[in-house]
């Protein structure tokens, strides 16, 4: 799930295309939120996360992290691997 500024087909911000490109470069299926529809998400989730800025990335309930971090992991093989579950425990 992306909790981000507009939808995936269109975004309201480059960062939050940014992430969306990343994603749909892995072909897999996700979730969207936009929170300049609901202000209330967009206070609170920043609160619940700890995490000041948009998009957020959650994968299976879990903060990921914000683009920096997102970017990050896709360099590193990281996102692919837990996007993919290709990752060997």
């Known amino acids: 799930m992306v909790f981000m500024k507009g939808i995936p087909s269109s975004p309201k911000c480059g960062f939050s295309r940014q992430i969306v490109e990343m994603l749909d470069s892995f072909n897999v299926s996700y979730d969207a939120f936009n929170i300049l529809e609901d202000d209330e998400v967009r206070q609170g989730l920043k609160e619940y996360s700890d995490w000041p800025t948009y998009p957020q990335l959650y994968v299976e ?22 996007l993919t579950g290709s990752a060997q425990d």
Not at 61 to 74: C, F, S, T
């Open 61 to 82: 309930g879990d903060l990921v992290g914000g683009l920096d971090i997102v970017k990050e992991m896709a360099e590193s093989g990281d996102l692919e691997d837990m």
